[in-house]
């Protein structure tokens, strides 16, 4: 199954596309900054990306977390990068009315992990025509992503795919089931791995989530050999002081190393026939 989930970006195809950039717009020119460099690296290894970052981080531990700067400043800042660089641009939504004013800059509407099963939040991001990308919920088996697929599609929007972010594993703990890949595209559903926020320790930290990004390379690697179409992690050029989920965003240096050995792998499944 294959999906051009924005323009010239096509996820489960004959490449690996990439989703990455700071977790949340801390500022204008970090923005940028961060944008030119992942930029850079796409160009040198050929591999596309969608440039993402969140206006707003709703759902962050506590009500002294930084959330961002809110819908118009983010889709201000969103649009300069997308004019700065030309790279397609995703962010989350989480209202239905969001939808239409987040369309207007954006190629990409992502749908959180928490609101999968909204139905209102799906039909509206479905029918602005723009790539629809739904985390699955840590509470969800892969099986049970199809009814949510459908409710995008059934809406008039073919141009969805799942992010994978793993499953509640007891308390502040997430796994990945690596059968996960098979079982999404066996129901004709392209499906991108979240390298980010399966590290995650949900509300292991005092204020924030942990994470044990350490383990970044290992799961990656293990994620494209059983399948992914595509890879999401979230980079920032200084993790330990970033603004949301230091615990688990990793430097570009260290992604562009990563996805290097990301895409032999996946360039190795594709010599040995079509994925299934």
């Known amino acids: 199954m294959s999906v051009e989930l924005a323009p010239g970006i096509v996820v489960g195809g004959d490449t690996l596309p990439w989703i990455s950039g700071p977790c949340v717009i801390e500022t204008e020119e970090l923005a940028i900054r961060s944008a030119q460099s ?27 977390s930084f959330r961002g700067p809110g819908l118009e400043e983010g889709l201000r800042i969103l649009r300069i990068v997308k004019e700065t660089t030309g790279l397609a641009v ?22 959180p992990a928490f609101l999968c099963r909204q139905t209102d939040l799906l039909v509206a991001a479905a029918r602005t025509g723009r790539g629809v990308a739904v985390k699955k919920g840590q509470f969800m088996a892969p099986a049970d992503m199809l009814r949510c697929v459908e409710k995008v599609r059934e809406s008039g929007n073919a141009k969805v795919v799942v992010i994978e972010r793993g499953s509640s594993f007891g308390y502040q703990n997430l796994v990945v089931d690596m059968r996960s890949f098979e079982w999404l595209r066996r129901d004709g559903i392209a499906v991108i791995y979240d390298i980010t926020h399966s590290l995650q320790l949900p509300g292991a930290g005092e204020r924030e989530s942990g994470g044990t990004s350490e383990y970044a390379e290992p799961l990656a690697r293990a994620a494209v050999a059983a399948g992914a179409d595509g890879v999401f992690l979230e980079t920032h050029p200084d993790p330990d002081n970033a603004l949301c989920d230091s615990a688990v965003q990793i430097e570009p240096e260290r992604a562009e190393s990563l996805l290097f050995s990301l895409a032999s792998i996946r360039r190795t499944l594709l010599a040995e026939g079509p994925l299934v």
């Open 38 to 64: 992942l930029a850079a690296i796409s160009n040198r290894l050929g591999l596309p990306l969608i440039y993402k970052s969140s206006f707003d981080k709703a759902n962050r531990s506590s009500l002294e």
């Open 90 to 111: 995703v962010t989350d939504v989480h209202e239905p009315a969001q939808c239409e004013r987040v369309a207007e800059v954006c190629d990409v509407l992502q749908i």
